[in-house]
Nanobody
Framework: QVQPVESGGGLVQAGGSLRLSCAAS????????MGWFRQPPGKEREFVAA????????SYAGFVKGRFTISRDNDKNTVYLQMNSLEPEDTAVYYC??????????????WGQGTQVTVSS
């Protein structure tokens, strides 16, 4: 099981942008399909986006509305989530995790600490 470390979250105004990073050590992470998930306060965790091992295939939740872009750099063992036009509804803890069943079902195992994204109105 890949145990990535999320970073890049923060506090932004509505309409702003953030770029999240999901990093793991070694070569193994680059062979996994990876997904971003988020958990708004008081709500269940939900799927955001996924990217396959080679970066040629992506999938997004409907609420993204073209605002988010998932990408990866396998040489750096890092997956990114570029988030533009952020809205208060995007406020959540964002997690990355390998994908067991494409595109939205995460692998087994514990979740990391995630990175907090807070969007103010």
């Amino acid at each position: 099981q890949v145990q990535p470390v999320e970073s890049g979250g923060g506090l932004v105004q509505a309409g702003g942008s953030l770029r999240l990073s999901c990093a793991a050590s070694g070569r193994t992470p680059s062979t996994y399909n990876m997904g971003w998930f988020r958990q708004p306060p008081g709500k269940e965790r939900e799927f955001v986006a996924a990217i396959n091992w080679g970066g040629s295939l992506t999938s997004y939740a409907g609420f993204v509305k073209g605002r988010f872009t998932i990408s990866r750099d396998n040489d750096k063992n890092t997956v990114y989530l570029q988030m533009n036009s952020l809205e208060p509804e995007d406020t959540a803890v964002y997690y990355c995790k390998s994908v067991r069943r494409w595109p939205s079902v995460p692998d087994f195992g514990s979740w990391g600490q995630g990175t907090q994204v807070t969007v103010s109105s």
